[in-house]
């Protein structure tokens, strides 16, 4: 158990469709990043949050997007989903370290989107 | 650009055996190296981590090599015990401080 929570699980969408996944984050940590992992393959940093902000984002397009609330908890949305959106959608939780980088990232269950 | 790499997709081992894990990586900017156990259906668990300062870290039953000349990393893992059957993962924070590069993956299966 690493205390962060993600929801939904499970979801199916289709095409076109929009989606948003929620994370809790572990208690004490005030930096949020989201991973997209396709089957049979590691994560992919899409961003992270850090203070309510994007703090950086991996090679996704702006129809990924995000949110951080004052509780730190986060949310990862998804417009216009296309077929290879189909993935683990994994947030990670941390507390940012010295020279703001990152501490030792403590990973959810993840939620599995189809897109169909 | 960045890239982190596996040598080998799937390992066999019998239990009782040790387990060598590795991984390669192109980044000699990174300083900052995690291995990641993913069980099937959960998100990926931290084992243990390694800094460029140091060449070998060890945790329980665990230990990382880090060599910077080749940039190689590996997992070892003694005993392997069934419960060590998963997908291992090698990660690093290169540039970007925040962002962490993950390969593909090594999956680990534990024979009895």
């Known amino acids: 158990e690493t205390g962060v929570t993600q929801s939904p699980t499970h979801l199916i969408k289709t095409r076109g469709q929009q989606v948003t996944l929620r994370c809790s984050s572990q208690s004490g940590h005030n930096t949020v990043s989201w991973y997209q992992q396709a089957l049979g393959q590691g994560p992919q940093f899409i961003f992270q949050?850090?203070?309510?902000?994007?703090?950086g984002r991996g090679n996704f397009p702006p129809r990924f997007s995000g949110l951080q609330f004052p509780n730190y908890s986060s949310e990862l949305n998804v417009n216009a989903l296309e077929l290879d959106d189909s993935a683990l959608y994994l947030c990670?939780?941390?507390?940012?370290?010295?020279?703001?980088?990152?501490?030792?990232?403590?990973f959810g269950e993840g939620s599995r989107l189809t897109v169909l | 650009g960045e890239s982190v790499g596996l040598h080998l997709p799937t390992l066999s081992v019998q239990e009782g055996d040790n387990s060598i894990i590795n991984c390669a990586y192109s980044?000699?900017?990174?300083?900052?190296f995690i291995w990641y156990k993913q069980e099937s259906g959960k998100g990926p668990q931290f084992i243990i981590d390694?800094?460029?300062?140091?060449d070998k870290r060890q945790g329980q039953r665990v230990t990382v090599l880090l060599n910077k000349t080749v940039k190689h990393l590996s997992l070892q893992i003694a005993a392997t015990q069934p419960g060590d059957s998963a997908v291992y993962f090698c990660a690093e924070i290169g540039n970007s401080g925040y962002a962490l590069n993950f390969g593909k993956g090594t999956s680990l299966l534990v024979t009895p």
């Open positions: 949050y850090y203070r309510e902000e994007e703090n």
């Open positions: 980044n000699s900017a990174s300083d900052y």
């Open positions: 990670a939780s941390s507390r940012r370290g010295p020279q703001n980088r990152v501490g030792e990232l403590f």
């Open positions: 390694i800094r460029s300062n140091m």
